[in-house]
């Protein structure tokens, strides 16, 4: 029986931590790609020759890991990856960057991480994720269509972009019986959620911010046969912030 494969970036914390741990407790294999050491609260097994830590604004630097990812694979298929991992940079105050204030080095670097990375990995995993009739997920952001008080236009435009590449992925690697998909999360209570982030819970319907543990049930529902016939789509996670 062939084990189901998941690679994440993003992985030791937050939405990708909850995601990892998700699809481990359901008996995939995960591996894992972060600028960090893998967490020590990971508790999968393997827990370091699984994971890659790669400096995703370096995109040289991914190109190298990549090589060694596939070289781990041997070959064999992926059943999916989530292509987790973001930058949102912040000014001195830890409040959003405006677009006067972002310079082009820090524009370039958000869409390395956001944007480009995601290219990179998902081109190089082409043939694996077709062996398996994969899914990729792209992590997008409420950001993606709205001008948001925490995420400057780096971020905000890098998802708005990936937003779109979604689309015409799905469209190009159909033919590769690769499904390409993906979420939108709102307020989730991660790291990025401060003292500051709680008046926005008067915008939230539900009247409460999302848990990664609920996006990661999304998520793994995606990678599921039940998702089958879905592609091209975004969900988004938000308790109807949006509506």
């Not at 890991?65 to 105050?93: C, F, H, R, T």
């Amino acid at each position: 029986m062939n084990e189901n494969i998941i690679i994440l970036t993003g992985g030791s914390r937050g939405i990708g931590h909850a995601t990892s741990k998700k699809f481990w407790e359901e008996g995939w294999r995960v591996i894992t790609c972060s600028r960090t050491e893998v967490a020590p609260q990971c508790p999968w097994e393997k827990n370091k020759t699984d994971h890659f830590q790669i400096d995703l604004e370096d995109l040289d630097d991914l190109r190298k890991k990549v090589k060694d990812l596939q070289a781990l694979l041997k070959g064999k298929p992926v059943k999916a990856l989530i292509n987790n991992a973001a930058i949102s940079p912040k000014n001195e105050k830890n409040n959003r960057l405006n677009f006067d204030e972002t310079d082009l080095n820090l524009w370039q670097k958000v869409f390395n991480v956001n944007f480009f990375s995601p290219i990179i990995l998902s081109k190089s995993l082409i043939p694996n994720l077709q062996s398996a009739n994969g899914v990729i997920i792209n992590i997008t952001s409420i950001a993606s269509d709205m001008v948001h008080e925490f995420a400057g236009p780096a971020y905000a435009t890098s998802k708005a972009a990936l937003k779109s590449l979604t689309r015409e992925m799905a469209s190009d690697l159909s033919q590769y019986n690769i499904r390409v998909n993906a979420i939108a999360p709102g307020e989730i209570e991660t790291s990025m959620i401060t003292k500051n982030s709680q008046h926005l819970i008067k915008q939230i319907p539900m009247g409460r911010f999302g848990k990664p543990e609920e996006v990661a049930s999304v998520i793994f529902s995606m990678c599921s046969e039940s998702f089958s016939y879905v592609n091209g789509t975004e969900i988004q996670i938000n308790g109807g912030q949006t509506v």
